[in-house]
Structure formats: C-alpha cells, structure tokens
C-alpha cells in the first residue's frame, strides 16, 4: 500500500487543518490502550536517553523491531507515536520509542539537548536498541527525527545494514533552511512557532539554571521565532557556528544520494512546514530511496473517514512499506 494515491477527506481542507485536527482529534489506537515500560540508558557522555518500550524486552525475540524518533518536542505519547504503536501491535511487532534529550518528561544533565542533525545519537542510540533485539530491525523517524535519521543513513553508509534493514522519513523538513523560513511567516509563526516556543524555552532556562553561563538570559526571553532559538541555543550547543550553519550542515537532502540502504522519504506537498518546492526530486536520491509525494495529509496528518476521522493511513502504509524489507 502507498500514499501517492493518499486524498484527504472532504471535510478537512487545507494542509493546516490536516495538521491541527489529527494531531488534536483523530482517532489513534484501535486495540486495548497502549501501556508503555521505560528503560533509562546511560549514555556514553553521562547522560541520558529514556526509551519507552510497548511490551516487555526480549533479546531473543524473532519478530521485527520497529524503532521510532519523534519530531520536535515530541515522545512515545504523539499521535503519530501512538498510531505507530497500535499498528505494530497488530502486526506482532516490538516497538520502541528512544526519546531524544529532555522530551520524556525530565530535563537532561549534560550541557546539551537535540537537534535536527543528531546523527551520532542515532547510531549510538540504534547500536543499543540492536544489542537487545535478535530479529530484524526497521526505523522511522517523524519530522525532525526523520531527518536526523536519513543524516545518520547517508552517514553510515553501507554499515547502516548492520543496524537496521530500512528507514523511512515522514514529513520532515529535508532542506532545514526552507522550513525555517516556512515556519518563520504568518499564521504558521503565530500558531506553530508559538506552540514549539511554549514548550522550548522553558527547558532552555531550565538548562541556564543547571549550567550557568551557556546563553544569554536577556536575548531567549525576547526570541519570537525559531531562528533566533536556534542561534542561541541549538547551534552553539551542538558544535554549530550559527542557526546558518546548523541548518545547512545538519539536513539531511544533499545527502540522500549517500544512503545505501532501503529508504522511503514521505512528504504531503500540502505541508505547511515543508514547503513542496524544497523536496527532493528523483534526480536528487540514489537507487536506495524512494519518494513518496501525495498532494495532501498536511504535517504527519493524514487524516481519514468521517469525522472525527484517525490518523492510521500513513503509519499502516509506512509500516508495510518497511515490513517488505524486515
């Protein structure tokens, strides 16, 4: 099953209303409620990762793993974490979301957080998850985490086989500078800007208290838009210049021709943060990925039915997308 032939319903026009009304609304799980256990890794740096699991570990368990990274400010909690999960548990899959630094619920110790292009937490992160699961092993990573995840592949090469056999990223902001912009202007700076700033700064201040000195106080109070976030807090923490040279270095779309395991890229055209002219063409990826490009489902929307609808079309058709390589 694919989503290139994906149409939303009627009664929900608009990338925008794709993405506000599954994310709020839409019906997730389908079975019993999900119950998530918690495993805390220690990291090679000190700190941590929290990793929440839908069913209880077992290393010798044959049935395929599916691992997901969520977006910005996201966790095993998002509707598309949820629908993921349920859709795993259908098909007798483990399931298993890493939560990058500070989204579990508790702030992180190291100087550090998350950022679009954490590649190396990836690997080390999938290194882990491939020590204690004995079957085959697939990701998906959701908008940030989606193109943190296609940097990793392209990075890893082929030694990206030795963790998992396919990734897909969905609806992620491949080219980091065109969906800066995009997320910068009019109703999407004054919903969603809004919105990731509500969660975002008070985890930064609360970083400030836990190592004072590492930004400027002042200057986060008056960021208004996710650039000036960024070059206060993103780039400099993670060993980039500025939120330029973060953007440029971290996205994962002039790296895509690299990869060189199966990859599925799914990006709405229909997306408010991810504006269609910045996606990748065939041309722009190698043998290894494929492009998935329907005209609607908005920002991991992808609504279906009457209302109020669910949010099962996309994951149920990534997950079988994945299970042809597991």
């Known amino acids: 099953m694919s989503l290139l032939a994906y149409r939303p319903p009627v009664w929900l026009p608009g990338g925008n209303l794709q993405t506000v009304w599954p994310a709020l609304w ?7 409620p999900l119950a998530y256990r918690r495993e805390r890794w220690t990291t090679p740096d000190g700190d941590f990762v929290d990793a929440d699991w839908l069913d209880e570990p077992d290393p010798a368990h044959a049935a395929p793993l599916l691992v997901l990274f969520h977006g910005l ?9 949820q629908a993921f999960a349920d859709v795993a548990r259908e098909r007798g899959w483990r399931f298993v979301v ?28 999938l290194a882990r998850v491939r020590s204690q699961h004995a079957g085959p092993v697939v990701a998906v990573g959701v908008s940030l985490g989606g193109n943190a995840l296609m940097r990793w592949a392209a990075e890893a090469g082929e030694a990206a086989a030795s963790r998992v056999r396919a990734v897909a990223s969905v609806c992620s902001p491949l080219d980091l500078a065109a969906g800066g912009r995009a ?8 919903v969603y800007t809004t919105m990731f700033l509500r969660s975002m700064k008070p985890k930064a201040l609360a970083k400030l208290a836990q190592h004072p000195g590492l930004f400027d106080l002042e ?13 206060l807090f993103t780039a400099p923490l993670h060993g980039f210049r500025d939120t330029d040279d973060y953007y440029a270095r971290a996205s994962a779309g002039p790296h ?3 990869i060189r395991m199966p990859a599925l890229a799914l990006n709405a055209r229909n997306d408010p943060f991810v504006p269609a002219a910045s996606l990748p063409r065939p041309g722009d990826v190698g043998q290894w990925v494929t492009l998935w490009q329907p005209s609607g489902g908005g920002h991991v929307g992808f609504p279906r039915g009457a209302p109020p609808g669910d949010v099962r079309a996309m994951p149920e058709a990534v997950t079988a997308w994945l299970a042809q390589a597991a």
């Open 26 to 32: 839409g019906r997730r799980v389908f079975g019993a």
């Open 73 to 81: 400010e996201g966790s095993s909690r998002s509707h598309y974490a």
């Open 98 to 125: 890493p939560h990058f630094r500070g989204c579990s619920g508790e702030i992180n110790h190291a100087p550090r957080a998350y950022h679009s292009g954490d590649y190396e937490e990836i690997d080390w992160i």
């Open 183 to 190: 997320i910068g202007r009019g109703f999407n700076r004054l």
């Open 219 to 231: 200057a986060m109070r008056a960021a208004r838009d996710l650039y000036a976030f960024d070059n």
């Open 256 to 258: 895509l021709h690299r």
